[in-house]
């Protein structure tokens, strides 16, 4: 019983864990992805804008960091 607990929370945890939304600007269509991180001792949300081509390839647009646990958030990156 314990493993399958622990097993449901590992499964809703990677599932709750990123948000998706689809947006249209003029006749574009971009998605923007919402989504936790835990890398080198830093946690916190990210941001990322990609731009949905015709062939339903996600060209990968804007990333902007929107939490983080050490107090930075100005880090961004953008093509």
């Given at each position: 019983?314990?493993?399958?607990?622990?097993?449901?929370m590992l499964i809703s945890t990677l599932f709750?864990?990123?948000?998706?939304?689809h947006i249209a600007i003029g006749?574009?269509?971009?998605?923007i992805?919402?989504?936790?991180?835990d890398i080198y001792d830093s946690k916190g949300?990210?941001?990322k804008l990609y731009k949905e081509?015709?062939?339903n390839d996600l060209t990968f647009v804007l990333s902007?960091?929107?939490k983080?646990?050490?107090g930075t958030c100005s880090d961004k990156s953008m093509q």
């Open positions: 019983m314990k493993i399958f607990l622990f097993f449901l709750s864990s990123a948000k998706l939304e006749n574009q269509d971009f998605s992805v919402t989504e936790s991180y949300e990210v941001m081509e015709r062939n902007l960091i929107l983080d646990s050490t």
